[in-house]
Protein backbone atom coordinates (compact mmCIF):
# COMPACT_ATOMS: atom_id res chain seq x y z
CA UNK A 1 0.00 0.00 0.00
CA UNK A 2 1.31 3.67 -0.36
CA UNK A 3 0.66 5.40 2.78
CA UNK A 4 0.78 9.75 1.65
CA UNK A 5 1.95 10.99 5.22
CA UNK A 6 1.91 14.41 6.13
CA UNK A 7 4.71 14.74 8.85
CA UNK A 8 4.28 18.30 11.76
CA UNK A 9 6.81 17.72 13.80
CA UNK A 10 6.56 20.66 16.08
CA UNK A 11 7.70 22.24 18.86
CA UNK A 12 10.18 21.33 22.12
CA UNK A 13 10.78 17.51 21.80
CA UNK A 14 8.32 17.25 18.95
CA UNK A 15 11.44 16.63 16.31
CA UNK A 16 12.75 14.38 18.79
CA UNK A 17 9.68 12.00 19.11
CA UNK A 18 8.50 12.21 15.38
CA UNK A 19 12.07 10.85 14.34
CA UNK A 20 11.42 7.44 16.56
CA UNK A 21 7.65 7.38 15.32
CA UNK A 22 9.08 7.61 11.37
CA UNK A 23 11.86 5.23 12.62
CA UNK A 24 9.23 2.52 13.38
CA UNK A 25 6.93 2.83 11.09
CA UNK A 26 9.64 2.97 8.20
CA UNK A 27 10.46 -0.63 9.64
CA UNK A 28 6.79 -1.60 10.00
CA UNK A 29 6.47 -0.47 6.10
CA UNK A 30 9.16 -2.22 5.00
CA UNK A 31 8.37 -5.50 6.84
CA UNK A 32 5.03 -5.84 5.46
CA UNK A 33 5.73 -4.35 1.78
CA UNK A 34 4.04 -0.74 2.25
CA UNK A 35 5.37 2.59 0.91
CA UNK A 36 5.49 5.83 2.77
CA UNK A 37 5.69 9.33 2.01
CA UNK A 38 6.43 11.97 4.27
CA UNK A 39 6.05 15.21 3.54
CA UNK A 40 7.37 17.75 6.26
CA UNK A 41 5.13 20.74 7.22
CA UNK A 42 6.10 23.34 9.66
CA UNK A 43 3.62 24.58 12.66
CA UNK A 44 3.58 26.17 15.63
CA UNK A 45 6.49 28.43 17.08
CA UNK A 46 8.60 26.68 14.09
CA UNK A 47 6.39 28.19 12.02
CA UNK A 48 6.14 31.63 13.50
CA UNK A 49 9.47 32.02 13.57
CA UNK A 50 9.74 31.29 10.03
CA UNK A 51 6.37 32.51 8.47
CA UNK A 52 4.83 34.30 11.17
CA UNK A 53 1.95 31.85 11.22
CA UNK A 54 1.80 28.35 13.73
CA UNK A 55 -0.41 26.98 10.83
CA UNK A 56 0.69 28.48 7.06
CA UNK A 57 -1.67 28.21 4.39
CA UNK A 58 1.27 25.42 2.85
CA UNK A 59 0.60 23.61 5.46
CA UNK A 60 -2.94 23.35 6.03
CA UNK A 61 -2.58 22.19 1.84
CA UNK A 62 0.11 19.27 2.98
CA UNK A 63 -2.17 17.86 5.38
CA UNK A 64 -5.31 18.22 3.08
CA UNK A 65 -3.76 15.93 0.40
CA UNK A 66 -2.13 13.46 2.62
CA UNK A 67 -3.63 10.57 3.86
CA UNK A 68 -3.05 11.37 7.65
CA UNK A 69 -0.87 13.57 9.60
CA UNK A 70 1.49 12.57 12.21
CA UNK A 71 1.79 15.69 15.18
CA UNK A 72 4.33 15.71 17.24
CA UNK A 73 3.81 18.94 20.02
CA UNK A 74 3.28 22.30 19.73
CA UNK A 75 3.52 25.52 22.29
CA UNK A 76 6.83 26.83 23.99
CA UNK A 77 7.24 29.09 27.41
CA UNK A 78 7.91 32.21 25.46
CA UNK A 79 4.66 32.52 24.03
CA UNK A 80 3.07 31.11 27.46
CA UNK A 81 4.99 34.05 29.55
CA UNK A 82 3.56 36.76 27.24
CA UNK A 83 0.20 37.76 27.14
CA UNK A 84 0.64 40.11 24.16
CA UNK A 85 1.74 38.01 22.36
CA UNK A 86 -0.20 38.32 19.01
CA UNK A 87 0.26 34.97 17.72
CA UNK A 88 0.89 32.12 19.73
CA UNK A 89 1.21 28.29 18.70
CA UNK A 90 -2.05 27.30 20.23
CA UNK A 91 -3.89 29.45 17.78
CA UNK A 92 -2.35 26.99 14.92
CA UNK A 93 -3.01 23.94 16.36
CA UNK A 94 -6.48 25.39 17.03
CA UNK A 95 -7.13 26.79 13.05
CA UNK A 96 -5.84 23.29 12.02
CA UNK A 97 -8.13 21.26 13.91
CA UNK A 98 -11.42 23.47 12.85
CA UNK A 99 -10.07 23.81 8.81
CA UNK A 100 -9.42 20.20 8.81
CA UNK A 101 -12.74 19.35 10.38
CA UNK A 102 -11.54 17.07 12.71
CA UNK A 103 -14.27 17.46 15.36
CA UNK A 104 -13.66 13.92 16.84
CA UNK A 105 -10.65 13.51 18.98
CA UNK A 106 -9.97 10.09 20.51
CA UNK A 107 -8.12 9.59 23.72
CA UNK A 108 -7.76 6.21 25.12
CA UNK A 109 -5.97 5.33 28.58
CA UNK A 110 -5.26 1.77 29.03
CA UNK A 111 -2.62 0.15 31.55
CA UNK A 112 0.47 -1.39 30.77
CA UNK A 113 0.78 -4.51 33.10
CA UNK A 114 4.78 -4.14 32.96
CA UNK A 115 4.08 -0.12 34.89
CA UNK A 116 1.11 -0.96 37.26
CA UNK A 117 3.68 0.39 39.91
CA UNK A 118 4.05 3.09 38.05
CA UNK A 119 0.60 4.95 39.02
CA UNK A 120 -0.50 7.28 41.03
CA UNK A 121 -3.44 5.25 41.85
CA UNK A 122 -3.36 1.71 43.90
CA UNK A 123 -3.22 -1.43 41.87
CA UNK A 124 -6.11 -2.59 42.64
CA UNK A 125 -8.37 0.63 41.05
CA UNK A 126 -6.51 0.38 37.78
CA UNK A 127 -5.75 -3.19 36.84
CA UNK A 128 -8.37 -3.58 33.95
CA UNK A 129 -8.62 0.01 32.69
CA UNK A 130 -9.30 0.07 29.05
CA UNK A 131 -11.58 3.39 28.28
CA UNK A 132 -11.59 5.88 25.59
CA UNK A 133 -12.81 9.31 25.20
CA UNK A 134 -14.55 10.74 22.50
CA UNK A 135 -13.88 14.49 23.08
CA UNK A 136 -15.75 17.01 20.52
CA UNK A 137 -12.92 19.43 19.15
CA UNK A 138 -14.10 21.64 17.08
CA UNK A 139 -17.09 23.41 19.08
CA UNK A 140 -18.05 24.65 22.58
CA UNK A 141 -16.37 27.05 24.27
CA UNK A 142 -12.99 26.97 22.61
CA UNK A 143 -14.79 28.36 19.07
CA UNK A 144 -17.62 30.61 20.63
CA UNK A 145 -18.15 33.95 20.83
CA UNK A 146 -15.51 35.84 23.37
CA UNK A 147 -14.58 39.35 24.45
CA UNK A 148 -14.47 41.89 26.99
CA UNK A 149 -16.91 44.49 27.71
CA UNK A 150 -16.53 47.61 30.02
CA UNK A 151 -12.94 48.81 28.88
CA UNK A 152 -11.67 45.47 29.13
CA UNK A 153 -12.95 44.90 33.01
CA UNK A 154 -15.37 42.31 32.43
CA UNK A 155 -14.37 38.86 29.82
CA UNK A 156 -16.76 36.32 28.69
CA UNK A 157 -16.30 33.20 26.72
CA UNK A 158 -19.51 31.27 25.54
CA UNK A 159 -20.38 27.65 24.83
CA UNK A 160 -22.43 26.53 21.74
CA UNK A 161 -23.22 23.53 20.22
CA UNK A 162 -25.10 22.65 17.42
CA UNK A 163 -27.82 19.27 17.78
CA UNK A 164 -26.03 17.73 14.39
CA UNK A 165 -22.24 18.70 16.19
CA UNK A 166 -23.06 16.53 18.94
CA UNK A 167 -24.98 14.10 16.56
CA UNK A 168 -21.82 13.54 14.60
CA UNK A 169 -19.71 12.98 17.69
CA UNK A 170 -22.59 10.96 19.29
CA UNK A 171 -22.39 8.48 16.61
CA UNK A 172 -18.86 8.38 16.54
CA UNK A 173 -19.31 6.93 20.20
CA UNK A 174 -22.15 4.59 20.04
CA UNK A 175 -19.82 3.11 17.12
CA UNK A 176 -17.03 3.08 18.53
CA UNK A 177 -18.66 1.09 21.84
CA UNK A 178 -20.16 -1.39 19.39
CA UNK A 179 -16.63 -2.49 18.73
CA UNK A 180 -16.13 -2.52 22.95
CA UNK A 181 -18.14 -3.57 25.56
CA UNK A 182 -21.05 -1.61 24.84
CA UNK A 183 -21.14 0.72 27.09
CA UNK A 184 -21.36 4.61 26.47
CA UNK A 185 -21.15 7.58 29.00
CA UNK A 186 -22.37 10.85 28.01
CA UNK A 187 -20.31 13.31 29.86
CA UNK A 188 -21.88 16.79 30.59
CA UNK A 189 -23.26 19.50 33.05
CA UNK A 190 -27.27 18.59 32.78
CA UNK A 191 -28.04 20.00 35.91
CA UNK A 192 -26.59 23.52 34.95
CA UNK A 193 -25.55 24.29 31.42
CA UNK A 194 -28.34 24.50 28.35
CA UNK A 195 -26.13 23.43 26.00
CA UNK A 196 -24.98 20.49 28.16
CA UNK A 197 -29.44 20.05 28.24
CA UNK A 198 -29.18 19.66 24.59
CA UNK A 199 -26.32 16.91 24.64
CA UNK A 200 -27.94 14.67 27.08
CA UNK A 201 -31.21 15.38 24.92
CA UNK A 202 -29.54 14.64 21.52
CA UNK A 203 -27.98 11.68 22.81
CA UNK A 204 -31.24 10.15 24.77
CA UNK A 205 -32.73 10.79 21.37
CA UNK A 206 -30.58 8.49 19.02
CA UNK A 207 -30.26 5.34 21.90
CA UNK A 208 -32.82 4.10 19.83
CA UNK A 209 -30.67 3.59 16.65
CA UNK A 210 -27.90 1.15 19.03
CA UNK A 211 -30.31 -0.65 21.11
CA UNK A 212 -27.38 -3.01 22.03
CA UNK A 213 -25.31 -0.04 23.84
CA UNK A 214 -26.40 0.47 27.23
CA UNK A 215 -26.07 4.09 27.98
CA UNK A 216 -25.50 6.41 30.96
CA UNK A 217 -25.71 10.15 31.71
CA UNK A 218 -22.70 11.43 33.92
CA UNK A 219 -22.24 14.77 35.33
CA UNK A 220 -18.71 16.01 35.02
CA UNK A 221 -17.61 16.83 38.04
CA UNK A 222 -18.74 13.27 38.86
CA UNK A 223 -17.17 11.57 36.15
CA UNK A 224 -13.67 13.54 37.81
CA UNK A 225 -13.89 11.91 40.71
CA UNK A 226 -15.20 8.23 39.42
CA UNK A 227 -12.37 8.04 37.16
CA UNK A 228 -9.57 8.39 39.80
CA UNK A 229 -11.76 5.66 42.52
CA UNK A 230 -12.65 3.29 40.01
CA UNK A 231 -11.70 4.30 36.26
CA UNK A 232 -12.05 0.58 35.18
CA UNK A 233 -15.57 0.81 35.37
CA UNK A 234 -15.62 3.10 31.92
CA UNK A 235 -15.60 1.94 28.75
CA UNK A 236 -16.11 4.73 26.15
CA UNK A 237 -17.14 8.22 27.24
CA UNK A 238 -18.15 11.15 25.10
CA UNK A 239 -18.39 14.33 25.87
CA UNK A 240 -18.18 18.72 25.12
CA UNK A 241 -14.72 20.39 24.38
CA UNK A 242 -13.34 21.65 27.28
CA UNK A 243 -14.60 18.82 29.85
CA UNK A 244 -12.82 16.59 27.69
CA UNK A 245 -9.75 18.60 27.42
CA UNK A 246 -9.31 18.07 31.46
CA UNK A 247 -11.08 14.60 31.53
CA UNK A 248 -8.19 13.65 29.33
CA UNK A 249 -5.14 14.90 30.99
CA UNK A 250 -6.74 13.40 34.54
CA UNK A 251 -7.20 9.86 32.62
CA UNK A 252 -3.88 10.47 30.91
CA UNK A 253 -1.85 9.46 34.08
CA UNK A 254 -3.98 6.63 35.52
CA UNK A 255 -1.33 4.45 33.38
CA UNK A 256 2.01 5.56 34.87
CA UNK A 257 3.58 8.42 32.47
CA UNK A 258 2.14 11.03 30.13
CA UNK A 259 4.58 9.67 28.05
CA UNK A 260 2.67 6.47 26.96
CA UNK A 261 -0.93 7.63 25.34
CA UNK A 262 -1.58 8.07 22.16
CA UNK A 263 -4.49 10.16 20.48
CA UNK A 264 -6.13 10.19 16.90
CA UNK A 265 -8.04 13.59 15.63
CA UNK A 266 -10.49 12.52 13.24
CA UNK A 267 -13.45 13.77 10.73
CA UNK A 268 -14.86 12.85 7.59
CA UNK A 269 -12.01 13.80 5.30
CA UNK A 270 -9.05 14.29 7.54
CA UNK A 271 -7.69 12.22 10.15
CA UNK A 272 -4.61 13.51 12.28
CA UNK A 273 -2.54 11.03 14.52
CA UNK A 274 -0.53 12.91 17.89
CA UNK A 275 0.72 12.08 21.53
CA UNK A 276 -1.25 13.37 24.22
CA UNK A 277 1.36 15.20 26.45
CA UNK A 278 2.72 18.25 25.48
CA UNK A 279 6.16 20.27 23.81
CA UNK A 280 8.16 19.37 26.92
CA UNK A 281 10.30 22.83 26.57
CA UNK A 282 12.49 21.78 28.66
CA UNK A 283 13.90 18.82 27.27
CA UNK A 284 14.07 20.06 24.38
CA UNK A 285 17.25 18.42 22.39
CA UNK A 286 18.29 16.10 25.59
CA UNK A 287 17.55 13.48 23.38
CA UNK A 288 15.52 12.20 27.03
CA UNK A 289 11.34 12.52 26.12
CA UNK A 290 9.46 9.61 26.18
CA UNK A 291 8.77 8.66 21.85
CA UNK A 292 5.89 6.01 23.29
CA UNK A 293 3.13 8.07 23.26
CA UNK A 294 4.02 9.17 19.33
CA UNK A 295 4.48 5.71 18.32
CA UNK A 296 1.69 4.79 19.71
CA UNK A 297 -0.11 7.46 17.76
CA UNK A 298 1.18 6.06 14.66
CA UNK A 299 0.15 2.25 15.34
CA UNK A 300 -3.18 4.33 15.48
CA UNK A 301 -2.68 5.97 12.10
CA UNK A 302 -1.97 2.19 10.28
CA UNK A 303 -5.02 1.38 12.02
CA UNK A 304 -7.58 3.95 11.84
CA UNK A 305 -6.55 5.28 8.85
CA UNK A 306 -5.39 2.96 6.85
CA UNK A 307 -6.67 -0.50 8.25
CA UNK A 308 -3.79 -2.13 8.68
CA UNK A 309 -4.11 -4.10 12.08
CA UNK A 310 -1.30 -6.36 12.19
CA UNK A 311 0.71 -3.06 11.60
CA UNK A 312 -0.62 -1.58 14.44
CA UNK A 313 -0.82 -4.42 16.55
CA UNK A 314 2.89 -5.45 15.83
CA UNK A 315 3.76 -1.85 16.90
CA UNK A 316 2.04 -2.39 20.15
CA UNK A 317 3.44 -5.04 21.23
CA UNK A 318 7.26 -4.20 20.56
CA UNK A 319 6.21 -1.12 22.78
CA UNK A 320 4.94 -3.72 25.64
CA UNK A 321 7.96 -5.72 25.09
CA UNK A 322 10.40 -2.42 25.21
CA UNK A 323 8.54 -1.50 28.54
CA UNK A 324 8.72 -5.38 30.01
CA UNK A 325 12.36 -5.24 29.33
CA UNK A 326 13.18 -2.16 30.83
CA UNK A 327 14.20 -0.44 27.93
CA UNK A 328 12.85 2.91 28.36
CA UNK A 329 12.86 6.70 29.31
CA UNK A 330 13.66 8.33 32.22
CA UNK A 331 10.42 8.79 33.14
CA UNK A 332 9.67 5.56 33.72
CA UNK A 333 12.84 4.05 34.78
CA UNK A 334 12.82 2.03 38.85
CA UNK A 335 15.99 3.11 39.40
CA UNK A 336 17.19 1.30 36.51
CA UNK A 337 19.28 3.33 33.61
CA UNK A 338 17.51 6.02 31.68
CA UNK A 339 18.15 5.22 28.04
CA UNK A 340 17.70 7.83 25.31
CA UNK A 341 14.83 8.78 23.06
CA UNK A 342 16.85 7.35 20.21
CA UNK A 343 17.68 4.60 21.98
CA UNK A 344 14.43 3.72 22.54
CA UNK A 345 13.49 4.13 19.08
CA UNK A 346 16.17 2.10 17.78
CA UNK A 347 15.57 -0.54 20.42
CA UNK A 348 11.76 -0.72 19.04
CA UNK A 349 13.19 -0.98 15.20
CA UNK A 350 15.47 -4.09 15.89
CA UNK A 351 12.45 -5.86 17.85
CA UNK A 352 10.43 -5.25 14.42
CA UNK A 353 13.00 -6.30 12.57
CA UNK A 354 13.22 -9.76 14.42
CA UNK A 355 9.56 -10.68 15.23
C1 LIG B 1 -4.90 19.45 24.06
C2 LIG B 1 -4.22 20.75 24.46
C3 LIG B 1 -4.81 21.87 23.62
C4 LIG B 1 -6.28 21.96 23.93
C5 LIG B 1 -4.13 23.23 23.82
C6 LIG B 1 -2.63 23.15 23.56
C7 LIG B 1 -4.77 24.31 23.00
O1 LIG B 1 -4.34 20.98 25.81
O2 LIG B 1 -4.77 19.04 22.90
O3 LIG B 1 -5.57 18.87 24.92
O4 LIG B 1 -6.68 22.60 24.91
O5 LIG B 1 -7.08 21.37 23.19
MG1 LIG C 1 -5.32 19.42 26.86
Same mark, same amino acid.
Request: charged share 25%; net charge negative.
Given at each position: ???????? @???????????????????????????????????????????????????????????????????????????? @???????????????????????????????????????????????????????? $????????????????????????????? @???????????????????????????????????????????????????????????????????????????? $?????????????????? @??????????????????????????????????????????????????? $????????????????????????????????????? $????
Amino acid at each position: MNLNIALL @AGDGIGPEIIDQAVKVSNAIAEKFGHDINWTPALTGAAAIDAVGDPYPDETHAICEAADAVLFGAIGLPRFDNDPS @AKVRPEQGLLRMRKKLGLYANVRPTFTFPSLIDKSPLKQERIEGTDLVFLRELTGG $IYFGERGRLNNGNTAFDTCTYHREEIIRL @AKKGFELAMTRSKRLCCVDKANVLESSRLWRETVQAMEKDYPEVEVSYELVDAVAMRLVQWPNSYDVLITENLFGD $ILTDEASVISGSMGLMPS @ASVGNDNALYEPIHGSYPQATGLNLANPLATVLSAAMLFEMSFSLHEEGAL $IRKVVEQSLADGFVTEDLTNGGEAQKTSAVGDYLVDL $IKKA
